[in-house]
């Protein structure tokens, strides 16, 4: 997860910046996929004004606060921001699972199921394997088809477990 602190109009001092960060790696325990987070402090005329800003996955969230004190504005929109995770997670925990049911048998009478919730028109545009990683990370893909400069070739890159990335070449056999 990337961190930007912005300080508008007052000093960023290394305890607000701690105070920030820490509160940044709580939201992160709750939902593991942030890409990038954001928090701009700013002062006018004695309000403290914070505004968080966190990206995961392809949900962008908001959340500001203003209030006489700088940690308690910073508390406060940390608090709608972590109430807005918990309901971004909460819709992707299914509530009505009752029972388990052992589909084994029935996906070899049937054969799988396969939808396709999203296709996306990707344009096609020549860059090297580093290039191609830079771009999916900026994006906050797990993958990225592009097109290798020296071969021509299409290539996939992605992002492993263990945080290290693997390519994608086809071969012919």
């Given at each position: 997860m990337r961190i930007h602190i912005v300080a508008r109009k007052i000093k960023m001092t290394k305890p607000i910046k701690d105070f920030i960060e820490t509160k940044f790696t709580k939201l992160h325990e709750y939902l593991e996929n942030i890409v990038w987070?954001?928090?701009?402090?700013?002062?006018?005329?004695?309000?403290?004004?914070?505004?968080?800003?966190?990206?995961?996955?392809?949900?962008?969230?908001?959340?500001?606060?203003?209030?006489?004190?700088?940690?308690?504005a910073i508390d406060k929109a940390m608090d709608k921001m972590e109430a807005q995770i918990k309901k971004y997670k909460e819709r992707f925990t299914d509530h009505h699972a009752t029972e388990t049911v052992d589909l084994g048998e029935f996906t070899t009478l049937m054969g799988p199921e396969i939808r396709f919730s999203v296709v996306k028109d990707v344009p096609l545009k020549p860059m090297n394997k580093e290039e191609a990683v830079i771009e999916m990370e900026k994006i906050g893909y797990n993958f990225w088809m592009f097109q290798d400069r020296g071969s021509k070739q299409l290539q996939v890159v992605f992002k492993r477990l263990d945080s290290t990335y693997g390519l994608l070449q086809p071969v012919k056999k």
């Open positions: 987070a954001q928090a701009i402090v700013s002062v006018e005329k004695k309000i403290h004004s914070a505004e968080v800003v966190v990206h995961a996955g392809h949900q962008t969230m908001k959340a500001s606060a203003e209030t006489d004190e700088m940690y308690s």
